[in-house]
T-cell receptor
Framework: QQQVKQSPQSLIVQKGGISIINCAYE??????FPWYQQFPGKGPALLIA?????SEKKEGRFTISFNKSAKQFSLHIMDSQPGDSATYFC????????????FGKGTTLSVSS | DAGVIQSPRHEVTEMGQEVTLRCKPI?????LFWYRQTMMRGLELLIY????????DSGMPEDRFSAKMPNASFSTLKIQPSEPRDSAVYFC???????????FGSGTRLTVV
């Protein structure tokens, strides 16, 4: 119940294409769903986040879609660029003070030029 | 702000030796997290602190691992004795109460030979 399942493990997209990464969870107590981006040799960095009271959040080319009934959320990267090549992690947090983020296993995205 | 600072960046040690990883969180952040990243298991939470007090250490693999936070600006993760299966990248992250976003350090790549 504490897991966040992420797919696919790796993804290759052509420049200008749409990258889609999916995550699923079981615990309905999760109330915060961020996505982190990690470049080689660096720590993960917060990219975008959503709460379950909205179905979509967009920041530039990055969009989170959230389906509360299906307990799924996804990251869409529009007009994917080579600079987007990185590892992406979804995560979730229980609505309780003092709890930590639980991360998916990550998706390695390669955008070919 | 210099962000979360981890040292060393790389550590190579022989099996059986003691290893100490260090972390300086962002000033004013009251949560500190230690994560371990491997290809097989992704980002695993090891332990986290709130106001220098350990809150959840259930992710610490075994008694060979220990973590301390003697003050608000410093934490250590110690492995004694180290084993080859401990080889991974260890990340420290910090956050502020009420702000769900984590700031990660650049990590320590540990290799135990």
């Amino acid at each position: 119940q504490q897991q966040v399942k992420q797919s696919p493990q790796s993804l290759i997209v052509q420049k200008g294409g749409i990258s889609i990464i999916n995550c699923a969870y079981e615990n309905t107590a999760f109330d915060y769903f961020p996505w982190y981006q990690q470049f080689p040799g660096k720590g993960p960095a917060l990219l975008i986040a959503i709460r379950p009271d909205v179905s979509e959040k967009k920041e530039g080319r990055f969009t989170i879609s959230f389906n509360k009934s299906a307990k799924q959320f996804s990251l869409h990267i529009m007009d994917s660029q080579p600079g987007d090549s990185a590892t992406y992690f979804c995560a979730a947090r229980i609505n309780q003070a003092g709890t930590a983020l639980i991360f998916g296993k990550g998706t390695t995205l390669s955008v070919s030029s | 702000d210099a962000g979360v600072i981890q040292s060393p960046r790389h550590e190579v040690t022989e099996m059986g030796q003691e290893v100490t990883l260090r972390c300086k969180p962002i000033s004013g952040h009251d949560y500190l997290f230690w994560y371990r990243q491997t290809m097989m298991r992704g980002l695993e939470l090891l332990i986290y602190f709130n106001n220098n007090v350990p809150i959840d250490d259930s992710g610490m693999p075994e008694d060979r691992f220990s973590a301390k936070m003697p003050n608000a600006s410093f934490s250590t993760l110690k492995i004694q004795p180290s084993e080859p299966r401990d080889s991974a990248v260890y990340f420290c992250a910090s956050s502020q109460q009420g702000n769900y976003g984590y700031t990660f350090g650049s990590g320590t790549r540990l290799t135990v030979v």
